[in-house]
């Protein structure tokens, strides 16, 4: 494998009438690096792909692979000399091609057996290699899946993207196909985009994760740096199941309704901050004639999620274990007791 | 493809008279008249297109497969063959009256002549335009999304009503187009019918009083009448996304008819007897009869040859100018692509006599080489049939998703060769379906082919009228005969191909 380049986009910024789809976008991109592109749907991470691929010219900014310029105000490349691959959200298999013919379409003419050969262990590699003459009408929707993905990498791209590929699969389905995919990523040692609109897909295949919204990159960092160290209380909120209770920042540290918290902030004394809370955070027991309640509760299997009433009407989530078990209506004490300082946000940005 | 247009133009500003003639009551009242078939014809043959593609494709109807056969083959019958075969069954004096007389003591049947006739006849040969691009629909439609809304809980007619009627709408509207288009065109069955539309107040204008202008500004008349029809479809087009994006790639589950399906036959053989079985028998009847009276044929065969060589170089040439126009069209739509299209529709709303005339004004005056030559039919074909071919390219190119192509660019192949290996053969059917629509009509074209084929260049059509114009009415029989047979192959090919193609293999 030769090394690949690395993906850059500087200042990339796509309209579509009076719409900014893309706005000032910078990235980076390492060879052999997985990065997620993760925000809620029309936030323009399709967009930023469609810009990548060379299937929109950006309005201003460039995008260059390594040394090479992909697309600025001077240059741009059409799609098929970018070296770049794509799964499509609906796939885009051939209809009248079949499977082995939809996998080989992007090698060069040249029909060798060294051709034979590469698209042999591809259709291995994906396990197709018994479907191989069949029509994409008579697959199953993970197996569509796959020669997708076994078609993209054939030519062997530089870079590959991925968009939203499993938001057509069941459940069951996305979780397996999401294992091979990156079983099938690492094998090929490919470099790659990937879009989705959901936090655990994200979390798994991306080496990094970028957080997308309204046209512009919030947060990128490794996964855990965005599961645990939000910069925004967008990124905290559209993460992970996220409560934000207010907070007054005291001498003693944050004083919430339930409680101060010994958790020093350079923010200046009297100011109101959010407090960043996930269930595994909050903690609670039934006491009589507390002000808080339990609402209601959510079995899942290994724990229980409880979603608690305080004094001023604001619900918390809390998690416990699966042997503890309260109708609502009990009151209850709920207090914080993290095992990590909390994040808290001031205007929607991460205090420390 | 101005050029017709221009020489219009050219005409009616010549004459000192246009104003006037225009506003004159008899000309709005053929106006209105001309308004009044065209919507009549197009309502009933959505009425009869609709029903019958439906059952052919989704319900397990006796006999589909023929239904499918039968019912679009009314197309291959000229308008005047037609007008004429149906007024010497149902006219005064004509077959039917003939058998009740007897026995029943009828001697009056409805006078068919007028409105009735035109309406009849124009409807019964028309309706197929709307049949075949609603069925091409139906059957590049995901059946998913029927499954979807039974299992939503609506029933089979509500889901007809509810899901595949609105997404059929683009195919209705183009078939409607084509119908009240050729209406307004139409000369053989109206001048039959003796019902005074504009294109035979046309006709008359300028083979009685040999004047071009007055002619010439009613063509303007009717020009600007489809312009505004085409400028109303234009404004109430929906901007719903019609290219369906996963294909389940699921055969269509065919909905059980029960005992409607006593009702659904008698439909079914209703219009075919009615628009096939008549006027195939009477035409039998003709021919018989001259057989026995022992006519001849003259130039049978160099006349059918001459059809087909004229009409497929016509399909060929129509085809390969469409092709740009519909791409254009529906990948980079833009102010131009969409005049574009609309010109190419204004042409076929000229009736081929004026089309005819102009390219006789034009080939004399500038390009004498070619008048009276095989290349100047074929450009007047091509003329004429134009729009067909771009409305029939253009809803199959809807349905081919746009991420197939781009797929293509992103696997490293240029724009020519993508368009050479996914998009051209995800188009074929629609290619094939165009090419066998114009050839059809290119075929039964009279006006045109009577006025350009050069000196002794006899079709099939010219055969045909010249026997009728002149009361050989068992004459006319064999080669009209032989223009149905021949003008049926396409449509039979088509047919039958559809077994070949994988995705409707069943996976089972």
Known sequence: MTTTPSLVL???????????????????????????????SGCGKTTVLRLIAGFERPDSGSISLGERVLADSYTFVPPEERGIGMVFQDHALFPHLTVAQNVAFGLAKRAGPSAEMELKSMLTLVGLDRRAQRYPHELSGGERQRVALARALMPHPYLLLLDEPFSNLDADLRVKMREEVRVILRATQATAIFVTHDQEEALYIGDHVAVMNEGRILQTGLPEEIFHRPQLRFVAEFMGNTDFLPAEVTAQGLRTEIGTLPQRLSAPLGVQVLVALRADDVQFEPQANSPSMILARRFQGMQHMYRLRLPSGRLLHAQTTHTRIYPPGTPVRVWIEPAHDLVCFLDGKAVS | MALPVVYLGIRASASAEAWLLLT???????????????????????????????????????????????????????SYVGAYLFASVLGPRGLLQFILEEPLGITRLPNLYGFPGALLVLTLLNYPFVLLSVRAALERMDPVLEEVSRGLGYNAWSTFWRVVLPQLRPAVTVG??????????????????RYNTLTR???????????????????????????????????TRSRAQYASSA????????????????PALIFCGG?????????????????????????VFPGLWEAGGNSIVASALAALVTIVAALPIAILEVRRPSRLSRVLERISYISFALPGIVVALALVFFGVNFMLPLYQTLAMLVFAYGVLYLPQAVGMLRSSLLQIHPSMEEAGRSLGKRPLEVFRRITLPLLRPGVVMGLALVMLTA?????????????GFKTLSTAVWSSVSEAFFARAAAPALLLILLSSIPLAILE??????PTDRNTR
């Open chain 2, 496 to 501: 039958l191909r559809k077994d070949s193609l």
């Open chain 2, 443 to 455: 075929m039964k074209e009279l006006p045109a082919t009577l006025i350009l084929a050069p000196i």
């Open chain 2, 271 to 295: 219009v075919v007897f009615l628009a096939l079985v008549l006027p195939a028998g009477t035409l039998l009847f003709w021919l018989l009869r001259g057989m026995a009276a022992g006519e």
């Open chain 1, 10 to 40: 500087n200042q990339v910024s796509k309209r579509f009438g009076t719409h900014a789809a893309v706005q000032d976008l910078s990235l980076q991109l390492d060879p052999e690096k997985v990065l997620a592109l993760i925000g809620p």
């Open chain 2, 176 to 193: 409607s187009l084509l119908v009240i288009l050729y209406v307004l065109r139409d000369f053989g069955a109206v001048a039959i019918m």
């Open chain 2, 201 to 235: 107040v046309i006709y008359t204008q300028y083979t009685s009083t040999f004047d071009r202008s007055a002619a010439a500004v009613l063509s303007c008349l009717l020009v600007l009448v489809s312009a505004l029809i085409l400028w109303g479809e234009l404004r």
């Open chain 2, 24 to 78: 004159r009551p008899q000309t709005l009242q053929t106006l209105g008249r001309t308004l009044w078939l065209g919507m009549w014809v197009t309502l009933l043959s959505i009425g009869i297109a609709v029903p019958i593609a439906w059952l052919t494709t989704r319900t397990d109807l006796p006999f589909r497969r023929l239904w499918s056969v039968l019912t679009p083959l009314p197309l291959v019958v000229p």
């Open chain 2, 247 to 262: 294909r389940s790639g699921r055969v269509a589950f065919r909905l059980s008819l029960g005992a409607w399906r006593w």
